[in-house]
């Protein structure tokens, strides 16, 4: 699953081990993450969309261009 954790990430100036403390998990989870290597349950999408403050849709489905409807 592509996602743009890691362009929001950056756009705050956190390092991986702080998003990890942040939302719980480890910074190698992050790291996989960050990497399309790894997908998020459910639960860690949602904490990771609201510590961006963002729709999960807008995190994990960069190829929306917020024209499309569910």
Do not use: W
Request: glycine content about 4%; overall charge negative.
């Amino acid at each position: 699953m592509e996602s743009r954790c890691r362009e929001e990430r950056q756009a705050r100036n956190e390092s991986q081990a702080d998003l990890a403390e942040a939302v719980g998990v480890s910074r190698q989870t992050i790291n996989a993450i960050e990497r399309d290597r790894y997908d998020p349950s459910l639960e860690l999408a949602f904490k990771l969309a609201d510590h961006f403050d963002c729709a999960i849709e807008e995190l994990f489905n960069p190829g929306l261009n917020g024209t499309e409807e569910f």
